[in-house]
């Protein structure tokens, strides 16, 4: 299931104290990665977060987790 450009804008709030002074928050989104991207053809992928991992993992069913 793709999304589109708008559900994303809607379902994704943006923090105002992070926007650069005077830019409405309409004009700025987080940046978007698709899971394909991500995984790389694979079933899972390891996301480093400080010293952190995570665990990206593509179910059988086609959703994903994500676990520490």
């Known amino acids: 299931m793709l999304l589109t ?4 804008e809607k379902s994704m ?12 928050a309409s004009e700025v989104r987080p940046p978007v ?3 394909t991207e991500l995984l790389q053809g694979r079933r899972e992928a390891w ?3 400080g010293q952190q991992m995570y665990r990206l993992r593509l179910t059988h069913a086609g959703k994903l987790y994500l676990t520490k």
Do not use: K, R, V
Request: charged letters at 15%; zero cysteines; hydrophobic letters at 35%.
């Open 33 to 35: 990665y698709s899971s």
């Open 5 to 8: 450009e708008m559900t994303i």
């Open 13 to 24: 709030p943006t923090d105002a104290a992070a926007l650069p002074s005077g830019m409405p």
């Open 47 to 49: 996301i480093e977060h």
